[in-house]
């Protein structure tokens, strides 16, 4: 699914005059995305003319829905999926060319996601589990020279998500 994904990036960036990627990812509590991604798109291209590849990134969330569990009870299990949806998201954006902008947007718990993708964060979990770990080291982040992150209202731990900022690509364990 992955390989797919970048295929398709890839071909679209090719015939992109401005080469750039831009990343929507939505945060907790959130059943779909959809009509927000289009609101920021629709404000974007507003914005400046342009040619841009859009990425949007769709992942459990564990909305609390209309019949749900309280929010205090899956904003766990909800942070936890944002190390693994991170990893996929590393996955596609080291796979595209290193002279591709990216540009990345991300609101509340989607910061989560977007941080993990581009450097290790497992270090901001209590009691990591032993295969994001693993995932963390496996996978190489972006090399691209051009990446640009909006944290919109970011529900992330402060200074233990940045540990391991400058060690990006390093396998590394505290």
Do not use: C
Request: charge should be positive; charged fraction near 20%.
């Amino acid at each position: 699914i992955i390989t797919q994904h970048v295929d398709q990036l890839k071909e679209k960036l090719g015939k992109s005059k401005d080469n750039t990627l831009v990343v929507l990812v939505h945060g907790f509590n959130v059943e779909d995305g959809t009509e927000d991604f289009n609101f920021l798109k629709k404000e974007i291209n507003a914005y400046k003319t342009n040619d841009y590849v859009y990425l949007d990134v769709y992942w459990d969330g564990n909305t609390a829905g209309k019949l749900a569990a309280p929010l205090k009870t899956i904003w766990g299990t909800a942070q936890l999926n944002s190390g693994y949806v991170a990893m996929a998201l590393r996955r596609i954006l080291a796979k595209i060319d290193n002279n591709t902008k990216i540009k990345i947007i991300a609101h509340s718990l989607g910061s989560s996601v977007t941080t993990g993708a581009l450097f290790n964060t497992y270090l901001k979990f209590k009691s990591p589990p032993a295969d994001l770990i693993k995932e963390n080291l496996k996978y190489p982040t972006s090399n691209a020279r051009d990446i640009k992150l909006g944290l919109i209202a970011p529900a992330i731990p402060g200074e233990n998500t940045f540990v391991n900022f400058f060690k990006r690509g390093q396998v590394h364990i505290n």
